[in-house]
């Protein structure tokens, strides 16, 4: 079920009234709810997705007791190595088969040896990138003793399929989401409306900002052998408008939603494109992805206190490793590597905990100096995005190189339409003012009641006469 | 909660002025360009405003056509006035059934016609109508069955449009707009139809890809409500499908399925000009719609059938 369907339009508010007027009193009651409307939520794609979940729920449940029940530490890591190679499993079969598969009859065919490539014939089931990360964070926050494991299945269950961010994030840790299922909900006011008004924002940025980007975005990639560097310059900016959009809109309705439920989910962006270098963009991109890998993968390799050599090739492996999170596809590979590339110089120099602040802390434009910066990274962030979006390596190539190698000025028919300019220029005015908590927390600021509401009828207007409902996907699904 | 619950019903409320409000002044004032659920082109491309305003002053006919641009650029009221029967286009630019069943109960049923002629193309069926939606609205007065209809696409753009329509119905004397009779190599000719200026189809320069259409239910719905309709006021109903180039038909991959089912609607007679008239790309001036040498020889062959199958010429004398 999409956020953005007719479906959902109904799904909400039938189990909002449910939630509040029958289930909230009692926590089993509650929780047990939560999960078969989640179950519900997630079925609707298709049934048989239920099945993966489940059973992921099963082993880390099971995983998390066996580590607190183990005897020895021979034991712990044998229930913990369950846990870890089921989750990866899962996701190595659904996710990654086919592409290796086929990368190993590529590679066997450069040096003339023709294999024939076995692959499988299966779906995706959306949302396993996020929930099989969710619940090995769970286990293995239990095997570091950060967590206790718990002994309520129901609560478990609920935790790990709990609908507002199950398909596409934020990624949430057990250490703050699964303590909020251990107590019945009081329904707050202000979390509901905060809430309410996160879900408008976020189907702004979805509607209004990403699947108009998408129209052009599409067009200029299906066709950009004919494109002038300005178009091509045009489709890898619309694109980071695009997955920004589409990503932190999609975050924003999951973290709204959850609050109408009483529930606090973390923030997943942080103005990225507003940040002053490339390290500061990755502390402020998907913090739920770049946190679980700082974590989970970073540290217990050494982090940065192993030398810098260590250091480095750890920085190295996590950005490929996200890039690799991202899809079965060199390009997401390759996007990762670019990352890595452009950290690099500030990990050398020691300067990638420069900027911890937010951009114009003290006023309200930012200086030349942060100007610059924030045009630079968001100049480096677009071109690898062109690998993002692409779909071979090649092609992302081929593209880059047609941007600054092309007659730069359109000839005639071109597809620059600058009706995306003032879009864009709201939505980055909206961005600017929250940049310090976010807009949606920035509108509950304004006292004036009357102001504060023009704000929201002026954003479901925009999404009214500007949006685009064919119902697209969000990107992330697909991972 | 019955706190929020208030608050919520006020918002939403003082939302209804607010937004009406908002649509208006967004399309008076911004460019076209940004003006993208906001489409209010009365006059435009099909002559439909010319159309609607003669069907209300035109009196009783024999025949009334519904359909896309394939029934008012291939069925000429003049071909069937030689033989005295008076026949009246209310086909529209890619008109689907439910604007389909709007024109027909609005327009079409005051002229109490013996027969209603309903060309199908399938595409129009497996079409969500908004495109027509858009066409309709720009060139009706506003009213609540319009409204209805606006709403059934379930599209943000015929609402937002109707909204704006409405308001400039009411401000800028829509009514007395001056559409011209010839608009480029379009001519309206009296009765509904629009001929273009002669012109031959080369053929597509690549083949057209096969694709299966599947009707929406929505569609089907409203179509089978127009049948309905009409059966009840006893008004004969013949299901046409005009004649469209090789290219196009061989698109469909699954145009005998579709036959099927037109030809299993009761209380119906189907013809496919397709089958029966076999027409070259010459009779045409593109993949989907007949020149009007293409239009003479399909209407004379429907004339035929209709005299056969209705007696409609007898009733007229």
Request: hydrophobic share 45%.
């Amino acid at each position: 079920m999409l956020f953005n369907s007719l479906q959902f339009a109904i799904f909400l508010p039938v189990v909002f009234g449910l939630f509040w007027l029958f289930f909230h009193r009692n926590t089993r009651l509650q929780n047990l709810f939560l999960l078969v409307v989640s179950y519900i939520f997630y079925g609707w794609w298709d049934w048989r997705f239920l099945f993966l979940i489940a059973l992921s729920s099963i082993i880390d449940y099971s995983s998390g007791l066996g580590i607190d029940n183990s005897r020895s530490e021979k034991q712990r890591k044998a229930y913990l190595w369950l846990s870890l190679v089921s989750n990866l499993g899962m996701l190595g079969v659904f996710k990654y088969f086919n592409f290796f598969s086929h990368s190993l009859q590529d590679a066997f065919s450069t040096i003339g040896i023709e294999l024939d490539a076995f692959t499988l014939d299966i779906v995706l089931p959306v949302g396993i990138s996020f929930y099989t990360f969710q619940t090995l964070s769970y286990t293995i926050d239990v095997y570091r003793n950060q967590l206790k494991p718990t002994r309520d299945v129901i609560a478990f269950f609920a935790y790990v399929s709990f609908f507002p961010q199950l398909v596409a994030g934020p990624i949430e840790r057990a250490i703050n989401l699964l303590p909020q299922f251990y107590a019945p909900k009081k329904f707050s006011y202000p979390m509901a409306l905060d809430g309410l008004r996160q879900i408008l924002y976020g189907f702004f940025k979805k509607l209004v900002v990403a699947d108009n980007c998408a129209v052009y975005v599409n067009q200029i990639f299906a066709n950009y052998q004919e494109m002038s560097g300005l178009e091509l310059t045009m489709g890898s900016v619309l694109f980071a408008f695009q997955i920004y959009g589409d990503f932190s809109g999609y975050s924003d309705i999951a973290i709204g939603t959850a609050k109408l439920f009483g529930f606090n989910l973390m923030t997943n962006f942080a103005t990225p494109y507003f940040s002053r270098d490339i390290a500061e963009f990755w502390r402020r991109w998907h913090i739920s992805l770049t946190t679980w890998f700082r974590d989970y993968v970073y540290i217990p390799l050494g982090g940065s206190r192993s030398g810098l050599e260590r250091t480095i090739a750890n920085t190295f492996i996590v950005f490929l490793v996200s890039g690799f999170w991202h899809g079965a596809n060199w390009t997401f590979i390759v996007w990762g590597l670019l990352n890595a590339l452009y950290f690099m110089p500030l990990l050398l120099r020691g300067k990638n905990r420069s900027h911890l602040n937010n951009i114009a802390e003290n006023g309200f434009l930012p200086s030349f100096r942060e100007l610059f910066g924030m045009v630079s990274t968001f100049a480096l962030t677009c071109l690898a995005w062109v690998f993002f979006r692409a779909e071979s390596v090649s092609l992302a190539i081929d593209y880059i190189g047609l941007m600054f190698g092309q007659g730069f000025f359109p000839k005639e028919g071109s597809l620059v339409d600058w009706n995306m300019g003032p879009v864009l220029f709201v939505f980055i005015f909206f961005d600017w003012l929250g940049r310090k908590s976010g807009f949606a927390q920035f509108v509950g600021t304004i006292r004036n009641t009357f102001l504060r509401r023009v704000v929201y009828y002026f954003i479901l207007c925009m999404i009214l006469l500007y949006g685009e409902f064919n119902e697209t996907a969000f990107i992330y699904f697909q991972f | 909660m019955a706190l929020f619950l208030k608050k919520s019903a006020i918002v939403f409320l003082l939302f209804v002025p607010f937004h009406i409000t908002f649509i208006m002044l967004w399309g008076e004032v911004l460019p076209q360009g940004l003006q993208k659920n906001l489409l209010y082109f009365p006059g435009g491309y099909g002559a439909l405003y010319t159309r609607l305003k003669e069907a209300k002053t035109i009196g009783n006919v024999d025949v009334v056509v519904l359909g896309s641009s394939h029934a008012y650029r291939g069925i000429d009221p003049r071909v069937f006035a030689k033989e005295e029967i008076q026949l009246f286009n209310l086909g529209s630019s890619a008109q689907t059934p439910i604007q389909g069943e709007y024109l027909f109960e609005k327009y079409g049923m005051p002229l109490k016609p013996k027969l209603l002629l309903i060309e199908v193309f399938p595409s129009t069926l497996a079409s969500d109508g908004v495109e027509s939606a858009l066409d309709v609205i720009g060139n009706s007065v506003p009213n609540l069955a319009l409204f209805e209809m606006a709403l059934k696409s379930w599209n943000v753009k015929p609402y937002v449009t109707f909204i704006y329509a409405l308001y400039k119905n009411n401000t800028t004397g829509f009514t007395n707009l001056a559409e011209p009779v010839k608009k480029q190599e379009d001519t309206y000719v009296a009765g509904g139809f629009v001929e273009r200026e002669y012109q031959e189809y080369p053929g597509a320069p690549y083949a057209f890809v096969p694709n299966d259409i599947v009707l929406e239910e929505k569609q089907m719905k409203a179509f089978e409500k127009i049948i309905a309709c009409a059966r009840k006021a006893d008004i004969a109903v013949m299901l046409v499908m005009a004649p469209v180039s090789r290219d196009q038909l061989e698109s469909v991959a699954n145009r005998e399925a579709l036959d099927g089912y037109f030809r299993k609607i009761p209380g119906t007679v189907y013809i496919n000009y397709n089958d029966s008239l076999h027409l070259e790309n010459h009779f045409f001036y593109d993949p989907h719609h007949l020149n009007q040498k293409g239009v003479e020889t399909f209407n004379a062959q429907l004339l035929k059938d209709i005299k056969q199958l209705f007696a409609i010429d007898q009733e007229a004398k």
